[in-house]
C-alpha cells in the first residue's frame, strides 16, 4: 500500500503517504499512531499488542468474575446460579448493544475526538488512583475492581472483539474523516 494507490474508501483512493493533496492531515489514534494509513510492520505489531492487552484485560476480568462466582457459590448453589445467570444476560446485552451500535455506525462519519482537558486528563488518572488504593490493599478500592470487572466484563470481551476486526473501529472512523479531506481537496482542485 505505500507504493501506489491505496484502499478506496467512499469511491476515494487513498494515494501514497508522499503522494497526498496538500493539506491533508493523516490523523493520530490512540495506540496506533499514524500507522494505520500505510499498514506496514508497525501496524501491524500494534495491532497485535492491542489484542494481547485486551486479551490481558479479559483473563484478568475473567479471574474477578470467577472468583466472585466462587464466593456466592461456596455459601448459596442457588445464589450462584442467579447471579452466574444475571452476569451472562448482562455481558451477553452490553457485547450485542456495543456490537449492534458500531456495525450500524459503521459508515457515517463522525468529527474526530477533542483531545483531553486538564480537568478530563485528571479525571483519567483519578481511576489510576483507584487501581492503586486496590493494589496498596484497601478494601474500598479492591471492592471497586470487582464490582466493575463484574459489571463490565461484556466491556472487555467487545473491546478484544474490536481487536479482530479488519480495522479497528477508530481506524475505519479515520479513514472515512481522511476520505472526506481528499475528496474535498480533488472538488475544490477541479472547480473552475
Known sequence: MHSGSGPTVQGVNFPARDRLPPGVRIERLPVLGTSWYDRRAGYWL?????FFLMAILVAVGSAFVGGFLAGIKSSSQTGFVVVLIIEVAWSLAIIGY???????RW??????PKPLTRR???TVGAGGALGALAQA??????????VGSVLFFGLYVTLLIYTLLPEYPPEHKARLRLAEQIATRQQTRHLP
Open 98 to 104: 456495543l456490537m449492534t451500535r458500531t456495525f450500524q
Open 137 to 146: 490493599g484497601f478494601v474500598v478500592g479492591q471492592f471497586i475492581l470487582v
Open 120 to 122: 478530563q486528563r485528571r
Open 46 to 50: 500494534r495491532r497485535i499488542w492491542l
Open 107 to 112: 459508515n457515517n462519519l463522525e468529527p474526530a
